[in-house]
């Protein structure tokens, strides 16, 4: 068997084993082999052609917020079952190369693709950072190292078993488009070899090895998204209202790139419809006020979509909107202080 670490030893805690019955014939342990290895030494059987099938689970993030700076990670199913002479381990390297959408120098990032835009991830050997790569390819990672030991009668073995692919977007990839992003694997992108183990034989050095192409595919769905946020519109401390008193504040909205949004600003606890004579209350007493989209203050701001709204077009970071707040020259109420609620709207 193989070893890692100390020799006969075979870890089993990488793969998940499934038990088959035919004719009495168990499964085998699908085990990870990294390092060095012992071949017990087993009575030999006319030797029988090895033949394994491979499939992989797609690689699919669903629905993406790239916008939000975060980093997602997804896991997909790498399936074997092999059968040929029995009591024998077969070697097999599932080599994965850069995958339709490309990659980057040294192997880091690889690319899922929306026309020419690219979205960065990678595919890593499961719970580690350690890329999941191919002696096919010219960057340094290197694929996993996988035996399989085909249990059974004198004349048959057989054996299946699983192993975990692990996928992460990586995170910062705030200014892509919204969209399908996709890389597709198959042909020449997967290149699985293996092989009856006997001395001499490991991944990049397999004389003859029997080679499988299984195909998947990677996906992410970056979906339109958006957030606002605002600071308070203060006023600070004034005495008599006999001239305009002017102030500002911000309203920071971050949205997917390419996504059109529109920000509306309500009319107040007084409901008002004209932007310009929102008011301000404390105990049945108002001050009237108005927000303003210019430094003019010419433009109420108000909410109804393409008329007295604000439009702008989401890049992936945040942008400010400066609000402009004037309360107009009026008859001085009693002193105190007074307050209105305004509701930030983005519509995208």
Not at 53 to 68: I, P, Y
Not at 251 to 272: D, E, F, H
Not at 316 to 336: D, E, F, I, K, L
Request: charge should be neutral.
């Amino acid at each position: 068997m193989f070893g890692r670490g100390e020799a006969g030893v075979c870890p089993a805690d990488r793969m998940t084993e499934r038990k088959l019955r035919s004719r009495s014939i168990s499964a085998a342990i699908l085990s990870w082999c990294c390092g060095l290895f012992l071949l017990l030494v087993v009575a030999q059987q006319p030797a029988r052609a090895q033949s394994c099938n491979f499939t992989v689970d797609n690689v699919d993030f669903g629905d993406v917020d790239l916008a939000s700076g975060q980093s997602y990670t997804v896991t997909a199913t790498l399936n074997v079952t092999c059968w040929g002479t029995a009591n024998r381990w077969v070697i097999f390297c599932p080599n994965i190369n850069a995958g339709s959408g490309g990659v980057g120098a040294g192997g880091d990032p690889r690319y899922m693709t929306q026309g020419t835009t690219r979205l960065n991830y990678n595919l890593y050997r499961p719970g580690t950072s350690t890329i999941w790569g191919s002696y096919g390819w010219p960057h340094p990672p290197r694929p996993p190292v996988f035996g399989i030991y085909l249990r059974g009668s004198s004349w048959f073995g057989f054996a299946s078993g699983s192993t975990t692919i692990e996928a992460r977007i990586q995170p910062g990839q705030t200014n892509l488009p919204a969209g399908d992003y996709y890389s597709t694997f198959g042909s020449s992108e997967t290149y699985f070899e293996y092989d009856y183990y006997d001395s001499g034989v490991w991944c990049g050095n397999m004389p003859s090895p029997s080679v499988a192409h299984p195909y998947f595919q990677v996906h992410a769905r970056n979906v339109p998204a958006c957030s606002v946020s605002a600071t308070d519109l203060d006023f600070g401390t004034v005495g008599v209202l006999n001239s305009a008193v002017d102030t500002t504040n911000t309203i920071s909205v971050r949205c997917t790139a390419g996504t059109s949004y529109q920000i509306g600003l309500s009319g107040g606890n007084a409901g008002a419809t004209d932007p310009t004579q929102r008011k301000m209350s404390n105990n049945g007493r108002e001050i009237t006020y108005g927000i303003y989209t210019d430094a003019a203050r010419t433009q109420g701001w108000g909410d109804s979509l393409g008329i007295n709204t604000v439009s702008g077009t989401g890049n992936g970071s945040t942008q400010n909107y400066t609000g402009y707040g004037r309360v107009p020259a009026q008859a001085t109420p009693p002193a105190g202080t007074y307050t209105d609620t305004i509701i930030v709207t983005l519509t995208y």
